[in-house]
């Protein structure tokens, strides 16, 4: 049976530290929704009850900034894939930081590695539901992938911005990130 309180408890911050992936939810008001696997190690910042930083690195598309600029709700989902089931979601309103924003420095101080960061989004925890997740199945971790953290490496900071402004400055749905603009 679902469980829902307004802020994260210590067997909640317990159960997310343990988690290896993610899964992160927005939706413009008009247009795809769109919902992205998360992994990587040192990404997901709990600052405290009802405060997460999530460090966003570029990729292929923008989804998540260009929504949040509509409509500034976010969910985001844990499941237990090994050990005892369980669902965590966080219903959240969020917002992007990015590097052209004068508090930068105040957010991504926060994070060990900082290459390739394209945003880091501020998210405030609104709910919290927690549910059986007696559907989930069990998954056996073996790591996570370098692929994307080895382009990175192999990559100057020059190279990460040309990509970003080719392929992360509009949404798959045709809308403006801001990324590069004020």
């Not at 237990?80 to 669902?87: K, L, R, T, V």
């Not at 965590?88 to 917002?95: E, F, M, P, V």
Request: net charge neutral.
């Amino acid at each position: 049976m679902a469980h829902i309180t307004d802020s994260l408890n210590k067997e909640d911050i317990e159960f997310i530290e343990r988690q290896k992936m993610f899964f992160i939810s927005t939706a413009p008001k008009e247009g795809k929704i769109n919902l992205s696997p998360k992994g990587l190690d040192d990404t997901f910042k709990i600052i405290n009850k009802n405060k997460i930083l999530w460090l966003n690195y570029f990729g292929s598309g923008n989804e998540t900034s260009a929504h949040l600029l509509e409509d500034n709700r976010m969910t985001i989902m844990f499941c237990s894939f090994e050990g005892e089931a369980n669902i965590l979601r966080l219903y959240c309103k969020a917002k992007a930081i990015q590097e052209k924003d004068s508090n930068w420095n105040d957010y991504i101080k926060n994070f060990p590695i900082k290459r390739a960061a394209r945003q880091v989004f501020e998210i405030e925890i609104l709910s919290v539901n927690n549910s059986c997740g007696m559907g989930v199945p069990l998954y056996d971790f073996v790591k996570q992938r370098t692929e994307l953290t080895d382009y990175y490496d192999n990559k100057t900071k020059e190279d990460h911005i040309k990509y970003m402004k080719e392929k992360n400055q509009i949404s798959f749905d045709g809308k403006k990130t801001k990324l590069f603009e004020d």
